[in-house]
């Protein structure tokens, strides 16, 4: 999406902490997202923020937003090779207005390759 | 058990002709999503429906024609197939009053 932008590849080693950065450009936005999407699979929801907090985390995923940039990144612990996969963010519209009805804007995806 | 389902998985069929996807929630949500999914893993959104109402259209050719016979479920009929249709459609579903947004498994439509 051109409001959404991360970066494409990421390379990490088993075991050490992955990030994953995005940033959008819609300030209206009330929720951002983190989708999974395994080989030949649908989109897996793995986490979302509501634009109103800085840090949400659960279990070896932490999410930080930083407003102010419209910067949003997403760091997991103890990468596992299972965690090879592509992820995308997504910004939110809200459901006031026909136009945005809770549509999902897409990044272009970051592929994450986990090696041993 | 299946949240969000579609079918057909696979759909390959010759230019021109018209073919149909099936979406189906049972998570009792009152809005439909489909998105599309090109060759470089791009997603956009192409319709939202709100209780069997068309909510959003972003400029998709005519020749796709969603329709939703009732609140679970939301169907896409694509006419006179081309090439560039070719491509990963994901159906999904949420709550105007939730924060999540269901998936489901896609349906890999080729084009020859």
């Known amino acids: 999406g051109e409001d959404v932008e991360q970066s494409l590849f990421l390379s990490v080693r088993e075991g050490d902490s992955s990030v994953i950065n995005c940033t959008y450009t819609?300030?209206?936005?009330?929720?951002l997202y983190w989708y999974k999407q395994e080989p030949g699979a649908g989109l897996q929801l793995l986490t979302y923020i509501f634009s109103n907090m800085d840090m949400k985390q659960d279990q070896r995923l932490t999410v930080l937003l930083n407003k102010k940039d419209k910067h949003l990144s997403l760091r997991i612990a103890d990468t596992q090779t299972g965690d090879s996969a592509i992820y995308f963010c997504?910004?939110?519209?809200?459901?006031?207005?026909?136009?945005?009805?809770?549509?999902?804007?897409f990044g272009a995806g970051t592929q994450v390759v986990v090696t041993p | 058990d299946t949240a969000v389902s579609q079918t057909p998985k696979y759909l390959v069929t010759q230019m021109g002709n018209d073919k149909s996807i099936k979406c189906e929630q049972n998570?009792?949500?009152?809005?439909m999503y489909w998105y599309k999914q090109d060759s470089k893993k791009f997603l956009k959104i192409m319709f939202s429906y709100n209780n069997k109402e068309l909510i959003i259209n972003e400029t998709v050719p005519n020749r796709f024609s969603p329709k939703s016979p009732d609140k679970a479920h939301l169907n896409l009929h694509i006419n006179s197939l081309e090439l560039g249709d070719s491509a990963v459609y994901f159906c999904?579903?949420?709550?105007?009053?939730?924060?999540?947004?269901?998936f489901g498994p896609g349906t890999r439509l080729t084009v020859l």
């Open positions: 998570l009792g949500h009152d809005t």
């Open positions: 819609d300030s209206s936005s009330t929720y």
């Open positions: 997504a910004e939110r519209g809200g459901f006031e207005t026909t136009d945005s009805w809770g549509k999902l804007q």
């Open positions: 999904a579903s949420s709550q105007p009053s939730g924060n999540e947004q269901f």
